[in-house]
T-cell receptor
Framework: SQQGEEDPQALSIQEGENATMNCSYK?????LQWYRQNSGRGLVHLILIRSNEREKHSGRLRVTLDTSKKSSSLLITASRAADTASYFC??????????FGAGTILRVKS | DTAVSQTPKYLVTQMGNDKSIKCEQNLGHDTMYWYKQDSKKFLKIMFSYNNKELIINETVPNRFSPKSPDKAHLNLHINSLELGDSAVYFCASSRRTDYEQYFGPGTRLTVT
């Protein structure tokens, strides 16, 4: 079952701007994770937020989680050209199966 | 000092053949996974092993058989390859089943 739906599908911004990506999921979760995938590469874990947390920061990343709306958002501040990649949310269902969304393609123009 | 490695990186083969993809992790993790990423970048779990025991087995054709000889290795064997098996296959590992996962670089399988 596909759990996470992401919005937008693609995002193009100028270097220095902020990028916001949204994710929705369908069932109860243990945690929600965000990953980055550069073209032709494997996924890299960015941040994990547990179901009892509402917000988490890591460097230029800020993640929020709203379990009542079954949604999460990833904010990348002061974007750089190197942030150009696909970003995936992944919902950890009870039973510990990680279900990925379709991803958001972010392009940061320098 | 690659954390999760996969071989081969590319695999081109004909329909009907049998092939294997190997995965090794040197992170000391207990859990390993196989994912399939299709042409639309949709990533779906196929199998998960914890301490060499199969814990997740999604609806995958039985032509796909994972084998875990030890905690550091999880191989994927595919029999009678079909065109629809063409995809990128990722191996991953995690310290615990509910923790973040570390992915390998992927194996691009093309079936002609």
């Amino acid at each position: 079952s596909q759990q996470g739906e992401e919005d937008p599908q693609a995002l193009s911004i100028q270097e220095g701007e902020n990028a916001t990506m949204n994710c929705s999921y369908k069932t109860s979760i243990n945690n929600l994770q965000w990953y980055r995938q550069n073209s032709g590469r494997g996924l890299v874990h960015l941040i994990l937020i547990r179901s009892n947390e509402r917000e988490k920061h890591s460097g230029r990343l800020r993640v929020t989680l709203d379990t009542s709306k079954k949604s999460s958002s990833l904010l990348i501040t002061a974007s750089r050209a190197a942030d150009t990649a696909s970003y995936f949310c992944a919902a950890m269902e009870y039973g510990n199966k990680l279900v990925f969304g379709a991803g958001t393609i972010l392009r940061v123009k320098s | 000092d690659t954390a999760v490695s996969q071989t081969p990186k590319y695999l081109v083969t004909q329909m009907g053949n049998d092939k294997s993809i190997k995965c090794e992790q040197n992170l000391g993790h207990d859990t390993m996974y196989w994912y399939k990423q299709d042409s639309k970048k949709f990533l779906k779990i196929m199998f998960s092993y914890n301490n060499k025991e199969l814990i997740i087995n999604e609806t995958v054709p039985n032509r796909f058989s994972p084998k875990s000889p030890d905690k550091a290795h999880l191989n994927l064997h595919i029999n009678s390859l079909e065109l629809g098996d063409s995809a990128v296959y990722f191996c991953a590992s995690s310290r615990r089943t509910d923790y973040e996962q570390y992915f390998g670089p992927g194996t691009r399988l093309t079936v002609t």
